[in-house]
């Protein structure tokens, strides 16, 4: 009789027109603070110049490059508290219009997918939620022995969230003889619609309207040390934290999943959008009772070293208490807070510093990087599942 004695999740934020949203004008900064007074300016930024810029890397350490986005009507404002802070700045992105129509176009160019051939469904484009579904609906029917199909509930416009258990593989069948692995491949379904249709840079749900403003940031929405830091109680801010802890019926199901099963759950790990690096907790953020952060920060690094071994790429990797991405009301943090022992934040590409043809890329991936941030993922996420099958964590 086969046994599972660990269960492996893997989740996903894939954040990502009709009418939609132009950014005609917004510029795209990069800022590498000189010492901790500057870092300090930063952080103050908001408050001194009275209005919220787009943080596309949180404000944590020295040791990062930060990267936000201004409107233009604000812009002045931000380059005369700079050079008053004596804070150089790069401008990466002196419209970001022209990166976000790529974006747009990159999506409108994803061609409708045959339903009934699951060998047409191309990996490297970015598809529709319908299409998602309906890929993992019939690769369920085609291999059921393989894979089993099952949901965590419905969001808040009604679009099911659905859950991919892998049963058994030719190439990783012992793996699997070990531990289950289960994938929630698009915990946002209405916030990612939203994205493809009316705005790019979208990362909130759609609930609402509050004050006017649609949606909250679901990895500030979960109940462990909610609004502490990194987050607003601002309806309008692209950060809001909701009006209560899973105050969003997407972030309160995945912790009815969590809760469920937290005695069988061995690893967790949410993909997120961008930067290339391996993030774990540290015992004095989450109130862990144990302190296996050594633990933690050695399969971190294996799994950066696979990596870099298979594709080439080099992950930074470090825990929240370095900052590298500090903010609270994460899934992470409270899946770590359950007991869960390895827990990490896997930050896809691109990496901070890179850049193409048509420059910075940051959250617009083009469709023709998705395979091998998928593969990199795979690496990481593969020393990791191996690490739980092969011990009794």
């Not at 700045?89 to 990166?99: N, Q």
């Not at 099963?261 to 949410?270: E, F, L, P, Q, R």
């Not at 109130?287 to 633990?295: A, E, G, L, P, V």
Request: one cysteine or more; a neutral charge; hydrophobic letters at 35%.
């Amino acid at each position: 009789m086969v046994m599972y004695t660990s269960l492996l999740l893997l989740f996903s934020f894939f954040e990502f027109g009709c009418s939609y949203q132009s950014y005609s004008g917004h510029k795209l900064l990069r800022v590498v603070p000189n010492g901790e007074a500057q870092l300090a300016a930063l952080r103050e930024m908001e408050s001194a110049v009275g209005f919220e810029v787009d943080y596309w890397t949180e404000v944590g350490s020295l040791t990062k490059n930060y990267v936000f986005a201004v409107a233009p009507t604000n812009f002045p404002a931000v380059a005369k508290y700079m050079t008053s802070k004596k804070i150089d700045y790069k401008i990466l992105i002196s419209d970001l219009s022209k990166s976000v129509q790529r974006s747009y176009l990159d999506v409108k160019n994803t061609l409708a997918w045959d339903r009934k051939n699951i060998d047409t469904f191309e990996l490297s484009k970015y598809h529709s939620y319908e299409e998602q579904m309906a890929f993992l609906r019939l690769m369920a029917d085609e291999y059921p022995e393989y894979v089993d199909l099952g949901s965590i509930g419905k969001s808040y416009e009604s679009r099911e969230i659905r859950y991919v258990k892998l049963v058994i593989d030719p190439k990783y069948g012992d793996l699997l003889r070990e531990i289950d692995i289960i994938i929630i491949p698009n915990v946002n379904p209405d916030g990612y619609e939203y994205t493809r249709k009316h705005d790019r840079m979208w990362r909130k749900t759609r609930s609402g309207p509050l004050k006017g403003c649609y949606g909250v940031d679901l990895n500030r929405n979960f109940p462990f040390k909610w609004g502490y830091t990194a987050s607003s109680d601002n309806s309008c801010s692209v950060v809001f934290r909701g009006q209560e802890p899973l105050s969003e019926i997407e972030s309160s199901n995945m912790a009815k999943f969590f809760e469920a099963n937290k005695k069988s759950i061995k690893a967790y790990v949410t993909l997120h959008s961008y930067g290339e690096n391996i993030i774990y907790p540290n015992r004095q953020k989450t109130d862990s009772k144990s302190d296996d952060t050594n633990d933690l920060k050695a399969l971190a690094l294996e799994a950066a070293q696979a990596v870099q071994d298979a594709c080439g790429t080099q992950y930074k990797v470090g825990s929240s208490s370095d900052d590298l991405f500090a903010t609270s009301g994460g899934s992470d943090d409270y899946v770590k807070s359950l007991g869960v022992k390895y827990v990490y934040t896997l930050e896809l590409k691109p990496g901070s510093k890179d850049s193409g043809n048509t420059g910075y890329y940051g959250f617009h991936l083009p469709p023709k990087h998705i395979i091998p941030a998928a593969e990199e993922a795979s690496v990481a996420l593969m020393t990791i599942a191996k690490k739980i099958a092969s011990s009794d964590a």
